[in-house]
């Protein structure tokens, strides 16, 4: 049984900071890519970033230059930092992990998210 697990969301005021971090728990043979997707109500979920084994990494338009994914593979766990977060960033932020478990086929696995809200 895989499972991954978020931590770090909260309220934080326009122009802060805040960082996420989600760790991967289980048997896990590898794991290829990591990242986070967010979702607000009526929306359909949307990539954010991601960071494949390798190194490349990935973002949305939206937060690229502000947003930063980083990622220890080691420890199956992926990070994301957020700077100069904007109202337009509040969602609920999911973990996302594109990995084989063992003895099981490759598949997509995902946290049970961490709100994060931008307000004054």
């Known amino acids: 049984q895989v499972q991954l697990v978020e931590s770090g969301g909260g309220l934080v005021q326009p122009g802060g900071s805040l960082k996420l971090s989600c760790a991967a728990a289980?048997?896990?043979?590898?794991?290829?890519?990591m990242g986070w997707l967010r979702q607000t109500p009526g929306r359909a979920r949307e990539l954010v970033a991601t960071?494949?084994?390798?190194?490349?990494?990935n973002y949305a338009d939206s937060v690229k230059g502000r947003f930063t994914i980083s990622s220890d593979y080691a420890k199956k766990s992926v990070y994301l930092q957020m700077n100069s977060v904007e109202p337009e960033d509040t969602a609920v932020y999911y973990c996302?992990?594109?990995?084989?478990?063992?003895?099981?086929?490759?598949?997509?696995?995902y946290g049970q998210g961490t709100q994060v809200t931008v307000s004054s």
């Open positions: 960071v494949t084994s390798g190194g490349a990494t």
């Open positions: 289980g048997s896990i043979y590898m794991i290829y890519t």
């Open positions: 996302y992990a594109d990995l084989r478990a063992t003895g099981t086929f490759r598949a997509d696995y």
